[in-house]
């Protein structure tokens, strides 16, 4: 091969050499240039995520219940203070003693832990602030508080720190609305890829969580709270709950269980404390389910409130068992029997009236054996309620008087609604609103009927009967100042069933009741659960503990009161008149 030809050669290989490196030039600066720019970024950068600010959670009548508070980090850089002369500045700012900020420091480490969780108004922020140093970063962050302590800790639950994100209550029932959307920033990263504070690049912001308004009313929250402490200073009982609700809407206006705990403090977190037993537990109720049977057999035409029952002198025998009353009667009409709370009635009315197949439909019409859906996936119990070929010969007498079945107080609550309503079944809520963090509302929750239980008729003639309870029945000894016979009610006494036998030691003592009976502004339960004293009648335990607390509900809810309240008497005065009689030692 001549001079020429090698030339040639020559050239022609290096003008291709040329076009692959061209081509992959182009390749990488062109076609695949994101590709290789987000390979940059992530050797000397580092994307991190700014969190959103959660969002609050308030009353229905605008009150803070749970928020987000601005705290913050205090990290310092050490390759910036790398002479430590600041040491003692930094250290004077954050109130800590020197040695203490001398020990953390490193050189070497770019991000060194001083403290942390400080809030927006600590004068170590401002002192820090001032000294201008470049190695001081304050990182901010958002800490979530709970401003009333327990006050509705069952409702609003907690969260996890570690993630942000709801883990009960509201807060994980609503964890979508509130937690809102990250945002997130590029900072540069040193030789060990570690971030470098100081050095922080673009940044996309973070769009907060929406804040959320619940039904809840603090004024009757605080009632319903101090009620639950004064029934465990009193009768120590395992458990005790108290709702209070709106019939016509399904709000919920207050609720709460006994234990307790701070969703502030994680040491108060125990299993029985944190759960919301107002919709895990379930009870046998005992008596006040006496108002699903009597609506049932007057709904389906088979009785009224005149019809006759007899109740055997308190004493019945049926498929082998003996069956009592308190009170014992012969025969009683319809009204009566409801207001002596007849056990023999009751099971007359199922076994000779509605039978298993009616007693069971009205019993599921009424939500029993089914969760309310009042918080999603928080372990809400179905209650109990057999199918009716899992029934006893005895089933059809026991179940309707409260035996034999069992419900969530919040089941019971949702049940008397209907009846104050006027016979609609209503979905029991806690959201009322929500509105975007500039406070532009979203979405507003409504009244969601679920379905025609009774008559309004029948709820109309059930009212006069629970109103009878509280006029001359087993309810006639606690008075609301003012509503002189506007109490509709129902007292409870279940025996706990333990050991495969119904116990005579242990009861659940229940109220369950409405007013004004014509026009009803709220339906409430009280429930307490084994009380531990000689009292344990519904009409001893929890019968006082409605009135006490009605009385204070009608006034925040500013009901005008059917009589006039009584004034109290001033107490006497000693007259000028009145002869003393003094002593000399």
Known sequence: MDSRTRAICILLLLAC???????????????????????????????????????????????????????????????????????????AALGEPVSKVVDAFNPKNRDISLATGLSVDDPAIARLTDLKLRSVILIPRDERT??????????????????????????????????????????????????????????????????????????????????????????????AYIIVMDP??????????????????????????????????????????????????????????????????????YAGRELKDDEPSATLPVLEVMARSSNIGFAKLGLNYLGPQKLYKYATAFGIGQRTGIFGGQSETTGLLRPVSKWSALSVTRIPMGQEVAASPIQMVTAMSVIANGGTMVQPHLLKQVADADGNTLDTFKTRELRQVITRQTAQA?????????????????????????????????????????????????????????????????????????????????APVFADMATQVAQIMNLTPTQPIPVPAAPPTLSSNVNTKTTTP
Request: proline share 5%.
């Open 248 to 317: 016509h809407t399904g709000e919920i206006l207050g609720m709460g269980s006994r234990p307790t705990y701070d969703p502030n403090d994680r040491k108060t977190f125990e299993a029985g404390a944190v759960r919301n037993r107002c919709i895990t537990d379930m009870v046998e109720p005992g008596s006040i389910f006496k108002i699903i049977t009597l609506s049932g057999a007057i709904n389906d035409g088979l009785v009224n409130l005149d019809t006759p029952i007899n109740c055997e002198n308190g004493e019945w025998y």
């Open 462 to 542: 059930v009212t006069k009967a629970l109103q009878q309870v509280m006029i001359d029945g087993t309810g006639k000894a606690i008075k609301v100042p003012g509503y002189e016979g506007e109490l509709a009610g129902k007292t409870g006494t279940a025996q706990k069933f333990v050991d495969g036998a119904y116990s005579h030691t242990q009861f659940v003592s229940s109220f369950i009741g409405f007013m004004p009976a014509e026009d009803p502004a709220f339906v409430a339960l009280v429930m307490v659960d084994d009380p531990k004293t000689k009292k344990y009648y519904g009409a001893e335990v929890s």
């Open 17 to 91: 050499g040329f076009t692959v490196i061209s081509f992959n030039l182009i390749q990488i600066q062109l076609v695949d240039h994101e590709k290789y720019l987000a390979i940059a970024r992530e050797n000397h950068d580092m994307k991190v995520s700014i969190p959103p600010k959660r969002g609050a959670i308030y009353d229905a009548d605008n009150n803070v219940l749970a928020e987000s508070q601005r705290v913050y980090d205090v990290h310092l850089d050490g390759a910036l203070e790398s002479n430590g002369t600041h040491l003692a500045e930094i250290a």
């Open 146 to 239: 709970y401003p009333n302590t327990i006050l509705a800790a069952h409702v609003l639950g907690f969260i996890d720190d570690a993630t942000g994100h709801g883990m009960a209550g509201m807060e994980k029932d609503l964890d979508k609305l509130l937690v809102g959307t990250p945002g997130e920033r590029w900072v540069e990263r040193d030789a060990k890829r570690q971030e470098i504070p100081a050095y922080q690049a673009s940044e996309k912001p973070a769009v907060d969580g929406d804040n959320v308004t619940l039904t809840i009313r603090m004024a009757i929250q605080h009632v319903v709270e101090d009620e639950l402490d004064g029934i465990v200073t009193s009768y120590h009982p395992n458990a």
